[in-house]
């Protein structure tokens, strides 16, 4: 397939690519992995005159930890994460995710950000950052913003990214002592759309629940922040009655529909028994850390 | 617009539109025809090449994207007559019937065993999941592999 044709500029700096984002607006792309928007050109769902490039950007491919945050630059790529020693000892729910998105070839290209900006309602890094609660940093020729995972994704394929707007930060908060989580997906085949996803993150103190993060990928038009299982948790002692009765909520916040991969009643059950497990998963990691 | 890309080691310029995908670059301007176009969609890893040494699917990267880069193509993986010690693996075990995701398979597995010189059967077939065999001859390929790392362990220890 030859995609159409658009106008390509390799960015030097941040600021020629917020100069040429406030020109062009919505007529222009970022490419950053390309993993997605490269097959969206070419099988003509997306048709932008100006891809801006932004892999030759200075300092965007970080993952860092400051005072309070775990900062992933807009070009860290999935690679990046499972290579992370960090992460792995730290953030288990990303650690999970990291090796299971697409295949090891895309997940030498793709990064973070994108993905997030892509917002498939399939992807999976979406649901691991409702779980941990992260927020886009995002800038434009006028200024700079926070926006909050949950307020950022607004349906398949749609963020409130403005046009003129470039995430340069994946934000996710530190984590603390006594945390864990996990990330549970189903799919037919590497590589294949998920099928059910569950991202699970539980921050324990005093013998009972602080945080709990509970979010699902591919059983509605965007990711779910399970927020109504996530009260059920929070303040409590997590007992295995407390932990089937989460379970039970989060099937119930999934919006799943019947498709080639399964029945909407199958997948709620998936949902059910993926937060279960995840949670006994996260609760033991967190007691460990 | 003008790009210049190392091939194999060999630096070239290329005049290409911004839309040319890196593997019709290599095919149609280069002549390199060893990277094929399979599936076209980012899935089956039969254009896959080394950018920089890293495998990816080169029919989901533009040419411009390789402006300043280097690349290997299956056409690189010997060194003058000898074979790279993963294309004589594939001889040695049989490791294609059609053919036809061999190349993409030789380097991906070349970039796993730079980074992993003693890969275990799941570390290969893991590294090899973006790559798919329609003749369904996996167990060869993973044989395969394991032979190259064989062999090229035995070379190092022969060097030293």
Known sequence: MYPPSFDYRAARSLEEVLELLAERGDEAKILAG???????????????????????????GEIREDDDSLRIGALVRHRDVVDSEMISSRYPAMAAAAPLIADPLIRNRGTLAGSLAHADPAADWASVMLALGAHVHVRSSSGERDISIDDFLQGPFTTSLDPTEVITEVVV??????????????????????????????VLSNG????????????????????????????????????????????RAAQPSDDVRGTAEYKRNVVRVFVRR?????????RAS | MEITLTVNGNRQTVDVEPRMLLVHCLRDRLRLTGTHVGCDTSNCGACTVLYDGVPIKSCTMLAVQAD????TTVEGLADGGQLHPIQAGFKQEHGLQCGFCTSGMMLASAALLERNPDPSEDDIRWALSGNICRCTGYVNIVKAVRWAANERRSEKVGQS
């Open chain 1, 173 to 202: 908060p530190r984590a603390p002592a006594r945390s864990g989580g996990t990330y549970l997906k189903l799919e037919r085949r590497v590589g294949d759309f998920a099928t059910v996803v569950a991202a699970l993150h539980l």
């Open chain 2, 68 to 71: 300043g880069h280097e690349l």
């Open chain 1, 34 to 60: 390309g993993q997605s928007l490269i097959p969206l050109i070419k099988l003509r769902f997306a048709a932008p005159t100006l891809l801006v490039d932004i892999n030759g950007v200075d300092g965007l």
């Open chain 1, 278 to 286: 995840g949670l006994d998963r996260a609760l033991e990691l967190a």
């Open chain 1, 208 to 251: 009972t629940v602080g945080t709990a993060g509970i979010a699902l990928t591919a059983v509605g038009p965007r990711s779910i922040k399970a927020a109504d299982a996530e009260a059920v948790l929070s303040g409590s002692e997590p007992t295995p009655e407390l932990l089937d009765q989460a379970a039970d909520v989060a099937s």
